[in-house]
């Protein structure tokens, strides 16, 4: 593929603009002979057109990306990498996705919002804990644990490199940086060195920034942080370094800018009435009072308090005010920070007193002398505060600020300095001052942060200025881009690194890449006769000045090419750095490299009785040369000389580098977007400067030069898999594939090379790849389409086809049945018809004929009035024309006529005076001749001759004359008419155009009426045409009308007499299917009311105890098999036996049993009539009645349910009964019995139906489609009306039977009672005796009233033998046998189950099992009767009181065996609480002997021995889960048996007897319920800490939907960019659910399984259910890969499986997916459409969602492909709007990121146990000895 083939007609290009830097354009034509021809919108949104002439291909204008790419989080995964690219797709993601960071290969930029943004918060933080730097979207906290984790994974100290310009955030950067190292880290001291760093950032922000015209605040120096982490890497100490501090700020501040915020922050708190003794209030007139603020030289206004205006140091920059900034504020802060790192208040004091003395400084007043020297008022109260505030002589410090000292030789002499040499002596001691502090504050920072031992590792963090060019450039500028030069020389290299060892990686073949090196700049500036050797040397030379020093370097530097001179100026030099060409000004050079004071006035500081300002002076530096005064330049040379500025500088800054080459970098990259300040506002020519210096190109550049697309084989083929065929796919081999892939579209090897593990490509080839792509799917999405229409098409036209054959079908019956009836009528109608007829077709002819007439008339009226017109119109034009030909012809003559009159006048005139002329010369010619011949005569005769005839001739000239005169008057006529006839000639070429023109209109007049006149016949031709025809089909109208509507006549009548008939056809036919059912539904009520005396006569039996006869199995099928009762009532009971036991079926309920088990239900089913009903009526044969049967059925469960009732009142009664509880055991078994017989009964109703569907089948085959000719003679109604009253008299007889079984139920009752009251007399009087009596006396008295007992429930049977005797015994025999079999095989079970691991064992969960109970589907129910480790109810020998007495010596122990060594799988063995059941029964007997030391001492050991238990297990579920129950329940024992009426609700009597009498243990319930909560916590974080790695992998990661989504392509930030985490073991998406899934299941197992109380177990789901929401939703919220349409359905998807697991787990109305919402409403944001029309309904579908995250995820949405439209701004601002309008109170809206630590608040609700303490028994497996039942 050559670069041609992408210049084509609609690619889209990017042309460089003046304004915007690089504009959009689209290719009008394909490019070719050099020429691209564009057009693009300008600035004003005008299309233009514009014809681009490049020389080759090589200065084609860029590509732009696809729009699938736009706003990619990461650089260098844009196909087409180049600055353009690079500007917009930053422009896209800082204004339209309010995206501040974006990846650019290994570096960050970060862009300054200028707004407040919510994304720096804990939950944040906890976000991107654990995540390689590609996983989440681009974030400062991602570079922080990426840093982090390479340190903890490759043992290697790190470095983060934050720089830019000033105003671009590089501060914040740092400080958010080290503000994660110091949450995640911790600190293994007491002094918490987290706390310290952070609150070192208020300290030297205060110290440090400033306000600056760019940047409100600006830190004036460089500071390199290292964070020393010991070896469990948490934070052991920390140290900083500073570069370059800004000491000029302190004395002179460039307008609109500030001086230093401390200054400001202390004349705040003055304001304020603090810090008095600094006396920073000012008088009223001072010398540099007027300057800065105030125009006039002296104002007489007094200054306020304090205030900063008052200072020369403060007001230069005229702006002392920060909008937004409270300076007192921040000045209470400030102090917070000192006192937090150690600096107690008096030492803040003394910085205090300092720094105002610095402030006062400022404000003496230097004067002129006498001479050149200067001098200071005796009476100058600035000067004195600054003695007193610096405890200095104030005579010295007036004397040394105004002199300064030369020694020459053994000499020394004072010499005074001049005004501006007094000034600058005064400046550079408050610079010096200043310095000294600023130094000594970060050393006790420094001594703060100091660890004591040496730390293991450290990561560093620089934050140092970037890149600067001003208008003038001093040396501050020269040393800042001195810096920038060297790091970015370290840049480059590690940058070009790096890209070859992902080359060397891979093992893939690569070239050298060129990338700029500014190696020659920094020699320039750093080597021997460099620029700072020179201002070295310079500055020592006695009279070096700035203007010699340049000198030397236009001499010196000129053979380097980045040096360079101006052309019109002499004190300054240009330098080509790797940024920009840099001119600096010389000015002040030499001084600020000198940095000079004066010694004296260094002396007088040392004297100085404040101690801070003498240590200033006098202390040495540590780890520094030694710092020594340097005398101003007229001193002796023989002073040592300390290190210049410069020198310094460049030592610190090689000591730097090579701190950074000794880790491992990364890169964070700042960018101010405008410099107005304004809020997501991107100015692109700035941005654009910025990029180019901060080596952001470079390294798009560097990447651009390789393979900067990277994609792994599975990526490659999931995304490009449709541009190969199924043949082609290798899935064992993906690298194969994607070769053949590649293959089949690239041609051009160079652009693509195979790695082991990734494909690379050059830059634009995944550009065209995904062209091609499109047009693929493009393709298939046309066949699909084809073939979809096509389908549809085919199928609408079969059921159109099928419809219409169908409708014709019908409708030919129809007709031919109509037809049929038609013909019967026929006869009749004619008579009708032809009277009907005639009337119509006289009425047609008479309307026909007044139609036409009128037509007629009109039209002939018409013609005629048409033809009258045009006659007279031919008329007036033939008038016209005669008029105008004549006058033509007339006017043409009299033309003529006059012109040739003319003419021949004047050739007459010519010929005339022609001929005078002639007549004279002759005339002339004889007078010559005469006079020449005089003598001859012949010649005078002659000569008379001719004169006769001259007169003759005379003559006729008179007569000419006359007529020359008349000829004359006739020219001048002729004149004037030739005049006239010019005239003449215009006004008849004029009229001669005019009747031209009107013959033309004339003749198309003539043309268009011969046209009228032949369309109007031609149109009264068709008109008379279309009236006889209309006439024709009105008159054929008319006949079809009259017909149909004797059709519809005659079909309206038959359908009403069809209807009619229908209708009560119908109506018998339900009425004989209503009495038919209430038949059936009556034998079921007697079947029903017959068994249910059967039962209540069991009963009486069994309470009689007869024994007398036996039955067999074939006699028990007799109970009737019609009950409708629930099966659940029956399954409850008896499930445990059906479940085990299968293989001993008797016959029961079975359709294949005998004749005889059925012979009462035979003579009912003989007795229903199997007709067959109508049409259409057979599924009421098979489906009974639902309301009877549902209303039978609800009272035959009223009717269970009241036996259930009596059964259990019994048992209760009697609990020692035994042959009572033997009888409900039988019962139990009649009831399994029951449900047999309804199973019979719905297989016999089967069979009904069944058979009345053979019957009807039998009718229609007999009889065919009529099958109304069974009823032809109307014998159906006949049968139908001898059966209603057949049912009648069934009813009535069924009724009288109904009433006299509620006789016989009543009589039952009243039966029972009586037995009840006589077997508690008795059970009382075998009480007595047998307590009293002793021996054999009990068993004598009892086999006797036995006996007696026996006879009278004998005698009673007898008296009312309604069911033979024998046969109820012999049933509770069999039944009997069967139990005990059951039994047997019970205990088999129980033995196995022990067998393979007793901890299997669950309980049984009904109601009364002491056990508890577990959900259905999760625990196995098995009962067990015996264990050694179960808790056994042996038989009483005497009552208990339900406690355990025990010696106090051995409550240790028993601690011990209960607490300390109870292993939870042992603890499932046992009743759930058992622990805390016993523990509590040990409290009632210390509260029944009235021990309170024993109390006291026993339940502080309970508390303590569960805190020890659970602090030594609590990475332990089972053991948390296992206290946190027993701690709940001994909770509620001491709430139940407290006493209080409040808990005793639900309490028995014997409970309530059993309550605490004389102890109040409240405060021991507030104890315990506390130590609950404690559990309950560890017991989340536990359940958190497992579902923590799942939550990301199941929720979003899952894809259940293969295929759905597609990857996009990546750079190298791709997911999982950075290296791998090989400690770590991430889970596979595709297993993460059902991993999640499985965890919950286990969990909720573990629960149940120690019986955690219900509403607990939803109060741990609900809480989990939360962690998951804000786990997945706060990923989702910083993971731009996940906000697509496809994603949303996957995480709606993966949702539904937890909402699922609930309704399992029966927790869905406890609201626990509630705690879901938001995520749920994420993913259906996701899903929704994005129109204007969807703003209301997306508003209020998101009402758990706050307006940050909606915003948020609608920036983020990306369409998977460019099929799919990328939501509008206009739409996301209509959203924003919107929501604005929600409180604004809610805390919630403000926030981005859901509280991952928020809990929800536990309640343990009061739940009372229904366990007698007297039943419960010690298991010998606790071997608790020491235990004494009481």
């Not at 400062?140 to 955030?169: H, L, P, Y």
């Not at 000029?248 to 500030?258: H, I, M």
């Not at 060397?504 to 890449?513: C, L, P, S, Y």
């Not at 084989?713 to 082609?728: A, G, H, M, P, Q």
């Amino acid at each position: 593929m050559s670069v041609r083939e992408l210049y084509v007609k609609g690619a889209r290009v990017w042309i460089p603009d003046p304004d915007q830097v690089w504009r959009c354009a689209e290719l009008t034509k394909d490019y070719k002979n050099n020429i691209v021809a564009v057009v693009y919108d300008d600035a004003q949104g005008v299309e233009r057109t514009e014809d681009l002439v490049v020389k080759n291909d090589e200065e084609l204008p860029p590509l732009r990306n696809p729009d699938i790419l736009i706003g990619e989080n990461d650089l260098t995964s844009l196909s087409y990498l180049h600055e353009p690219a690079v500007l917009y797709n930053l422009q896209v993601r800082f204004c339209n996705q309010n995206a501040i960071y974006t990846y650019c290969g290994i570096v960050l930029v970060a862009i300054n919002p200028y707004d407040e943004m919510p994304i720096y918060g804990p939950d944040t933080i906890s976000a991107y804990r654990g995540h390689s730097m590609g996983d989440l979207d681009p974030h400062i906290f991602a570079v922080a644990e990426e840093a982090f984790t390479q340190m903890e994974r490759e043992n290697k100290d790190q470095s983060i490199i934050v720089s830019g310009e000033s105003g671009a955030g590089k501060t914040v950067s740092a400080k958010y940086a080290m503000r994660y190292f110091a949450t995640i880290s911790g600190s293994d001291s007491e002094t918490q060195i987290e706390k310290k760093i952070l609150a070192s950032n208020p300290i030297m922000e205060a110290i440090g920034n400033a306000k600056t015209t760019r940047n409100d605040n600006s830190s004036r120096f460089g500071k390199y942080i290292e964070l020393d982490f010991t070896p469990s890497y948490s934070i052991m100490g920390a140290n900083m370094r500073t570069y370059l501090l800004e000491k000029s700020r302190v004395v002179f501040q460039a307008p609109d800018e500030r001086n230093y915020h401390i200054f400001y922050q202390l004349c705040s708190a003055a304001e304020q009435g603090k810090l008095p003794h600094l006396k920073l209030r000012k008088p009223m007139r001072f010398h540099y009072l007027n300057q800065g603020l105030q125009e006039g030289p002296m104002v007489a206004s007094k200054p306020r308090k304090g205030h900063q205006d008052n200072f020369h140091y403060l007001k230069q920059g005229s702006s002392p005010h920060i909008d937004g900034v409270d300076d007192a504020e921040d000045f209470i802060e400030t102090c917070k920070a000192f006192s937090l790192l150690g600096i107690n208040e008096g030492m803040q004091e003394q910085i205090f007193r300092i720094l105002a003395g610095i402030l006062h400084l400022g404000n003496v007043v230097l004067e002129e002398g006498n001479g050149d020297s200067s001098a200071i008022s005796t009476g100058d109260k600035s000067l004195k505060t600054v003695s007193e505030l610096l405890g200095i002589d104030l005579e010295d410090i007036r004397k040394w600020l105004c002199n300064r000292k030369i020694v020459s030789g053994r000499e020394v002499f004072t010499k005074p300095m001049t005004l501006t040499e007094a000034v600058f002596s005064r400046d550079a001691l408050s610079k010096h001052i200043y310095a000294k502090l600023f130094d000594w504050i970060v050393t006790q920072i420094n001594k703060c942060f100091a660890a004591k031992a040496k730390p293991y590792r450290f990561i560093g963090v620089l934050d140092i200025y970037g890149f600067e060019t001003f208008e003038i450039n001093s040396f501050e500028q020269f040393c800042i881009n001195y810096a920038n030069e060297k790091l970015q020389q370290q840049f480059n290299q590690h940058v070009f690194k790096l890209e070859q060892e992902e080359y060397v990686k891979e093992q893939i073949e690569w070239e050298f890449i060129n990338f700029y090196d500014n190696q020659p700049c920094i020699d320039l500036i750093e080597s021997k006769l460099g620029i700072l050797d020179l201002l070295d040397e310079e500055c020592r030379m006695p009279r070096g000045s700035d203007q010699s020093w340049v000198e030397k370097l236009y001499d010196k530097c000129k053979k380097w090419e980045h040096f360079s001179k101006p052309r019109l100026s002499n004190t300054s030099f240009l330098i080509a750095h790797f940024a920009d060409k840099v001119g600096y000004e010389c000015a002040g050079f030499l001084e600020k490299n000198r940095d000079t004071v004066s010694e004296e006035q260094i002396n007088i500081l040392k004297s100085s009785q404040i101690a801070l300002v003498h240590s200033l002076f006098t202390e040495k530096e540590k780890g520094a040369p030694p710092t020594k005064v340097k005398v101003l330049p007229t001193g002796s040379k023989s002073k040592q000389m300390k290190k210049t500025v410069g020198s310094q500088f460049r030592d610190s800054l090689n000591l730097l580098m090579m701190t950074l080459n000794s880790t491992t970098p990364h890169y964070v990259r700042c960018i101010k977007p405008n410099d107005e300040k304004m809020a997501f506002t991107f100015d692109p020519t700035r941005a654009i400067q910025q990029l180019r210096a901060c080596g952001v190109l470079e390294t798009v550049r560097i990447s651009a030069a390789g393979y900067p697309s990277r994609w792994t084989y599975n990526e490659f083929f999931c995304r490009y898999r449709v541009l190969c065929n199924s043949k082609d796919i290798k899935r064992n081999d993906m690298r194969l594939t994607c070769e053949k892939i590649i293959g089949n579209m690239i041609n051009d090897e160079d652009k693509f090379k195979f790695g082991r593990t990734k494909i690379f490509f050059r830059a634009g080839q995944v550009a065209y790849m995904e062209k091609l792509r499109a047009d693929r799917l493009s393709a298939c999405g046309v066949m699909i389409q084809k073939h979809v229409r096509m389908f549809l098409h085919r199928n609408r036209y079969r059921t159109m086809r099928k419809a219409a054959v169908t409708i014709q079908k019908y409708t030919r019956g129809l007709k031919a049945r109509r037809h049929v009836h038609h013909i019967r009528r026929t006869a009749a109608a004619i008579k009708i018809q032809a009277a009907i007829r005639g009337w119509v077709k006289r009425v047609q002819y008479k309307r026909l004929v007044y139609t036409v007439t009128q037509l007629q008339a009109h039209a002939r009226g018409a013609w005629a009035r048409e033809k009258y017109q045009h006659m007279r119109r031919v008329r007036a034009a033939i008038i016209i024309q005669k008029n105008v030909r004549m006058w033509q012809a007339v006017y043409h003559y009299k033309m003529a006529m006059r012109g040739m009159i003319t003419l021949q006048g004047l050739v007459r005139c010519f010929l005339a005076k022609k001929q005078l002329k002639k007549l004279k010369i002759e005339a002339r010619s004889v007078e010559h001749q005469r006079k020449l011949n005089k003598g001859l005569e012949n010649k005078i005769i002659s000569l008379q001759q001719k004169l006769t005839e001259a007169k003759l001739e005379v003559g006729n000239v008179k007569t000419y004359k006359e007529e020359i005169v008349t000829l004359k008057e006739q020219l001048s006529e002729m004149k004037g008419v030739e005049t006239q006839l010019k005239n003449s000639s215009n006004r008849v070429s004029e009229l001669e155009a005019m009747v031209a023109k009107l013959t033309q209109e004339v003749e198309a007049e003539r043309g268009e009426k011969m046209d009228v006149l032949s369309e109007k016949e031609r149109a009264e031709k068709e008109n008379r045409e279309l009236v006889e025809k209309l006439n024709a089909e009105n008159a054929k109208l008319t006949e079809e009308l009259m017909n149909a509507k004797k059709e519809e006549a005659k079909k309206e009548g038959e359908e009403l007499l069809k209807r009619k008939y229908e209708a009560e056809k119908q109506q018998m036919i339900m009425e004989y299917s209503e009495e038919k059912s209430s038949y059936q539904r009556l034998l079921k009520e007697f079947n029903r009311l017959e068994q249910k005396n059967e039962q209540l006569e069991e009963q009486m039996a069994k309470m009689t105890g007869g024994n007398s006869h036996k039955r067999t199995a074939s006699n028990v099928s007799n109970l009737s098999g019609a009950s409708d009762a629930p099966t659940e009532l029956v399954r409850d009971d008896a499930s445990e036996f059906n479940s085990i036991i299968v293989d001993d079926d008797v016959g029961y309920g079975s359709v294949r049993s005998r004749a005889s088990e059925a012979s009462d239900n035979s003579r009912n089913l003989e007795s229903i009539d199997w007709g067959s009903p109508q049409k259409g009526d057979t599924s009421e044969i098979r489906i009974p009645v639902p309301e009877k049967l549902q209303e039978l059925e609800m009272e035959n469960a009223k009717l269970k349910d009241d036996l259930n009732r009596l059964r259990k009142s019994i048992a209760d009664s009697e609990p020692q009964n035994n042959r009572i509880q033997e009888f409900m055991k039988q019962f139990e078994a009649l009831q399994d019995e029951l449900e047999r017989r309804r199973e019979e009964c719905i297989q016999l109703r089967t069979v009904l139906a069944n058979r009345a569907h053979d019957l009807r089948s039998l009718t229609q085959s007999s009889y065919g489609k009529d099958v109304d000719i069974v009823n032809e003679d109307g014998e159906l109604a006949i049968a139908y009306q001898t059966q209603k009253q057949v049912n009648r008299q069934l009813e009535d007889e069924l009724k009288s039977e109904k009433q006299r079984h509620r006789e016989a139920e009543t009589e039952y009752k009243s039966e029972l009672d009586r037995l009840r009251r006589d077997n508690d007399r008795q059970q009382k009087l075998l009480a007595q005796n047998l307590t009293k009596g002793g021996g054999s006396q009990p068993e004598t008295l009892l086999q006797s009233e036995i006996m007696r007992l026996t006879s009278e429930n004998l005698l009673a049977v007898n008296i009312r033998p309604l069911q033979p005797p024998q046969n109820l015994q012999g049933q509770v025999d069999n039944l009997t046998e069967q139990l005990k079999k059951y039994k047997r095989s019970l205990k088999a079970y129980a033995k196995k189950i022990k067998e393979s691991g007793g901890t299997g064992s669950k309980r049984s969960s009904t109601h009364g099992s002491p056990y508890g109970g577990d959900p259905p589907d999760l625990l196995d129910v098995a009962a067990t009767t015996e264990g050694e480790a179960m808790p056994v109810i042996r038989k009483k020998e005497r009552d208990y009181m339900g406690m355990f007495e025990y010696d106090r010596r051995e409550e240790m122990q028993i601690i011990r065996v209960l607490i300390y060594e109870l292993k939870p799988r042992v603890a499932v063995t046992f009743l759930p609480g058992l622990p805390a059941y016993i523990l509590f029964m040990c409290i009632r007997h210390t509260d029944h002997i009235n021990d309170d030391e024993k109390v006291r001492s026993l339940l502080n050991n309970i508390v303590n021995g569960v805190k020890r238990v659970i602090k030594k297990r609590h990475e332990d579920l089972d053991s948390t889960v296992l206290w946190l129950s027993n701690t709940l329940r001994l909770l509620h024992n001491l709430k139940q048996y407290s006493g209080d009426k409040a808990f005793q609700a639900e309490n028995t009597v014997k409970q309530n007897e059993q309550s605490l009498k004389n102890f109040d243990l409240s405060e021991y319930r507030q104890v315990l319920s506390d130590i609950a909560v404690w559990i309950y916590n560890g017991v989340i974080k536990l359940m958190e800490e497992k579902v923590q790695p799942l939550i990301v992998p199941s929720i979003l990661e899952h894809e259940a939907i293969a295929g759905l989504s597609g990857n996009k392509p990546g750079g190298m930030r791709g997911r999982a960019g950075s290296v791998a985490r090989e400690l770590e073991s991430p889970v596979e998406p595709q297993k993460a659910l059902d991993l999640l899934l499985k965890e919950m299941t286990q969990f909720y197992r573990t629960l149940a399984m120690f019986g955690t109380d219900p509403e607990l177990i939803t109060q741990v789901f609900r809480q989990i259910f939360y962690f998951i929401c804000a786990g997945s939703l706060n990923n989702l919220l910083l993971r731009k890969d996940m906000c697509h349409w496809s994603k949303g359905m996957q995480i709606r998807y993966n949702l539904s499986h937890l909402e699922q697991w609930t309704r399992d787990m029966r927790l869905h109305e406890a609201g626990v997916t509630d705690t879901l919402a938001p995520i749920i409403q994420a993913a259906q944001l996701l899903q929704a459409r994005k129109t204007d029309d969807d703003v209301n309904s997306i508003c209020d579908m998101c009402d758990k969602l706050s307006v940050s995250q909606i915003i948020k995820i609608l920036n983020l949405y990306t369409p998977a492909d460019e099929f799919e439209e990328r939501v509008p701004i206009s739409f996301i601002h209509k959203i924003q709007n919107k929501l604005q309008e929600r409180a604004e109170g809610e805390q919630a809206q403000a926030t981005l990121l859901m509280n991952t630590k928020f809990a929800f608040p536990v309640r343990f609700p009061f739940n009372p146990s229904s366990i007698h303490l007297e039943d419960i028994e010690l298991p010998e497996s606790l071997n608790l000895v020491m235990l004494k039942k009481v």
